[in-house]
């Protein structure tokens, strides 16, 4: 039997195979380890910009008298829906001047 016949009839040998398939794994595990610390850092490196693009919507609000403070803005919101029992009303403040403040409500519908 000539040279190729032999290598021919060994590549379909078992321990070739698991090799072969060995190196497939690993490898593939590496190189999605690789893509996935890629694509990770990509998106904490891109934050501000994705949030831009994602969320336009923060609202600038022209500010027609005195700021508020949370306790009163909780006043407002509780005032507001008068017939809901509310467990948590948080205020969260924005960081940029002019910005309006989000008001979460948070009840349990009975």
């Known amino acids: 039997m000539d040279m190729s016949g032999r290598l021919a009839r060994q590549s379909h040998s078992v321990g070739v195979r698991r090799a072969l398939f060995q190196i497939q794994l690993w490898t593939g595990v590496g190189i999605g380890y690789a893509v996935l610390?890629?694509?990770?850092?990509?998106?904490?490196?891109?934050?501000?910009?994705?949030?831009?693009?994602?969320?336009?919507?923060?609202?600038?609000?022209?500010?027609?008298?005195?700021?508020?403070?949370?306790?009163?803005?909780?006043?407002?919101?509780?005032?507001?829906?008068?017939?809901l029992d509310f467990n948590k009303v948080e205020v969260r403040g924005s960081r940029i001047p002019g910005a309006a403040s989000e008001v979460w409500l948070t009840f349990t519908i009975t």
Do not use: Y
């Open 37 to 83: 610390m890629s694509l990770s850092g990509s998106l904490i490196v891109f934050r501000r910009e994705l949030d831009k693009a994602l969320c336009p919507s923060t609202i600038i609000v022209p500010p027609s008298g005195p700021r508020m403070t949370d306790a009163q803005l909780q006043a407002k919101a509780r005032a507001a829906f008068p017939r």
